[in-house]
């Protein structure tokens, strides 16, 4: 994700955030004013954001001074200028304890706050931050109107304020939050990451005037779908404005594929993820540790394979344990020249590449816009949504955030950087949850009453899905386990981690993208519901699938003898070739887009196989698939029962 969520407590804005946050994640040196550490280090100052600024007397883009933080969240929730309120108060002879209380928001709390920390794709801080001053301007307006956006989201649809006996009563703060934004340049490797902290004030005003606390349970729940709108927001402000489109990349295998800006070439993504591999690196240690851990009695502490629960906590210890010491800040400029000169000495892309890189990624841009339509169908795009986020969701059962970040992420690889009309998420989301889901909500409290939480499952007949083989039993002997689904043994000796493979649970975003194309398929072929959805939603089948190079459709081999010779253009294939020669040598993605009449042809042969395929596992492994109990073809819910291992692992 690109948006993390951090809870700041009280002690800690004294602790970190005066100290190293506010001041480019440097260490500010003692007794530094807070605006002349600022300046030394060559960040600009805070600004007040949100649209409850008015009701504390601030304005947004007013600078954030030190006492107003150690007010609102280093005082326990007091007003920013609570030492203003409380000195007049005193002069007017009120007691020292009606002075105290005249400058607090309402009660006093420990958690202040959310530290909500907002980074764009690196492909886009590569523009900016090896592109010229333009570039770098365009990119940062951008940047900060995806901020504002996403924080006009958290205020209008996720922030409510819970009051009275056991917070039964929630309400949306109707003045608006106050938050402080601090932009930081660069990573605490040295290189650049253009990010921003934007300190969310748990403090609201409710319509009565008196003030309560947000719920910061809300804001966790929906930080993947603040991630979605952001990247979103972010690509297409910046395609836009400077004419560039996205394409979809596979960074981790198994995983889904993150939105980049087209025509930016890999190596450069590379020199700049030496932090992961270095918690690479770490985590496969870690994981051989798990594996093999045992306790006093010889038995498995934990699970023999390595589940993506365990896979994201290793992976925070590992980033932990990695975590460099922080460099001293630099001012911009500086930072700008050092990161090109690197960039040119270290990464392995060509200087011209480099110096030519916002011309490249046009370059990319329009051999993908010549290609690639903006088609956006409600009906197929609810059906993807929903088969995506009932796979990838335990149990099958979801709710409302789930699909409208899906339904994001579907945007997002769609369009291709465009811009879309307002709403159109909530149009995905609405349609999924009236045609394709089942409301399957037993509340037992008022929160489980409220629209944002009744809980879903998919309403299809899934005997078609692929089904989720059990894990096969181990075959005796002292060999290590061949499949990722196979108990664990010890490691052959002699050998240490990472010279023998360690089994992991498979990922899950393959299965979910092959259940989409088995529903679809299911849906189209399916009479009864063909009024559900409508037909012309899947002649756009192959178009949109064309935008998504990570689907089953091989591309044809390659005749090293002639790979020098470009392409015959025929109606199906009008691109210009010297933007085409530009994509080759900067070794991007956008070949793969390349599709044929004949092999759109293929791509729905492969999508009859799927299915075909899918019918005969369900048959082999019935006991892995919920089969329909309703002749309506509605799945009926029924608990989950538990099986081995479900749950947190032994010893979390």
């Not at 605006?35 to 600024?53: H, I, K, S, T």
């Not at 889901?437 to 009744?454: F, H, M, N, Q």
């Not at 240490?496 to 089994?503: F, T």
């Amino acid at each position: 994700m690109t948006v993390d969520i951090r809870v700041i407590r009280a002690g800690q804005m004294y602790r970190y955030y005066l100290r190293q946050t506010v001041v480019g994640d440097g260490r500010r040196p003692a007794r530094t004013p807070l605006r002349a550490a600022q300046e030394q280090a060559g960040v600009p100052a805070g600004r007040w954001m949100g649209r409850g600024l008015a009701a504390l007397g601030l304005a947004p883009g007013e600078e954030v001074t030190e006492a107003q933080l150690r007010n609102l969240f280093g005082g326990r929730g007091r007003h920013p200028y609570a030492d203003r309120i409380e000195a007049g108060r005193l002069a007017r002879g009120d007691s020292p304890q009606g002075a105290f209380r005249a400058g607090a928001l309402g009660r006093r709390v420990t958690v202040t706050g959310v530290d909500l920390m907002f980074r764009p794709q690196p492909t886009i801080y590569l523009l900016w931050a090896l592109g010229d001053e333009e570039t770098r301007r365009v990119i940062e307006a951008a940047h900060e109107r995806a901020i504002v956006r996403v924080l006009e989201w958290i205020e209008d649809e996720v922030a409510v304020i819970r009051y009275g006996r056991d917070g039964i009563y929630r309400v949306r703060p109707p003045g608006g939050l106050v938050a402080a934004r601090f932009r930081h340049y660069e990573a605490r490797s040295g290189m650049p990451l253009l990010h921003d902290h934007l300190l969310l004030s748990v403090k609201g005003q409710r319509l009565d005037g008196k003030w309560g606390s947000i719920h910061t349970t809300a804001l966790h729940e929906n930080t993947v779908a603040a991630s979605a709108l952001y990247n979103e927001i972010v690509a297409v402000e910046v395609c836009e404005a400077l004419g560039l489109a996205t394409e979809p990349r596979t960074v981790t295998p198994g995983r889904r594929p993150v939105m980049e800006i087209a025509g930016v070439p890999h190596e450069l993504i590379r020199w700049t993820s030496r932090r992961s591999d270095q918690i690479a690196a770490c985590l496969t240690e870690l994981e051989h540790e798990y594996v093999t851990a045992v306790d006093d009695d010889g038995e498995p502490r934990f699970l023999p394979v390595v589940s993506e629960w365990a896979r994201a906590r290793l992976n925070q210890m590992a980033a932990r344990k990695t975590r460099p010491p922080k460099q001293t800040a630099r001012p911009l400029a500086q930072l700008r020249e050092r990161w090109k000169a690197s960039a040119i000495l270290t990464s392995g892309v060509a200087v011209g590449v480099i110096n030519s890189l916002l011309e490249y990624a046009r370059a990319a841009a329009a051999a993908i816009r010549a290609r690639i339509a903006a088609v956006i169908d409600v009906a197929l795009a609810a059906v993807d949504v929903t088969a995506t986020v009932f796979v990838m969701n335990g149990g099958g059962r979801f709710h409302r955030r789930h699909l409208l970040a899906e339904a994001r992420r579907h945007l997002a690889l769609v369009l291709r950087g465009r811009r879309r009309d307002p709403g159109l998420d909530n149009r995905i989301v609405a349609a999924a949850i009236s045609t394709h889901c089942l409301d399957i909500s037993e509340p037992k409290t008022v929160r489980g009453l409220e629209a944002g939480y009744r809980l879903y499952t998919a309403r299809w007949d899934l005997s078609g899905l692929p089904a989720r083989r059990r894990p096969p039993t181990p075959a005796p002997g002292p060999d290590p386990p061949a499949g990722p689904g196979e108990p664990a043994a010890l490691h052959p000796p002699g050998q240490d981690a990472g010279e023998w493979e360690i089994p992991r649970i498979p990922l899950q975003y393959e299965r979910a993208v092959l259940a989409g194309a088995v529903v679809r398929e299911k849906l189209r072929t399916t009479t009864t519901t063909v009024a559900a959805v409508r037909g012309r939603a899947y002649d756009v089948v192959a178009h949109q699938q064309a935008a998504m190079p990570e689907q089953p459709l091989a591309p044809p081999a390659a005749d090293p003898e002639h790979d020098d010779q470009e392409p015959e253009a025929g109606h199906q294939e009008a691109i210009d070739m010297t933007a085409l020669r530009a994509l080759r040598e900067s070794r991007t993605d956008v070949e793969a887009l390349d599709l044929t009449a004949d092999r759109l042809r293929r791509l729905q042969d492969a999508f009859t196989k799927a299915a075909d395929d899918s019918r005969v596992r369900a048959d082999r492994h019935d006991a892995d698939v919920v089969r329909p109990v309703r002749q309506d073809d509605q799945q009926a819910h029924r608990p989950q029962e538990p099986g081995p291992h479900r749950g947190r692992e032994v010893g979390h």
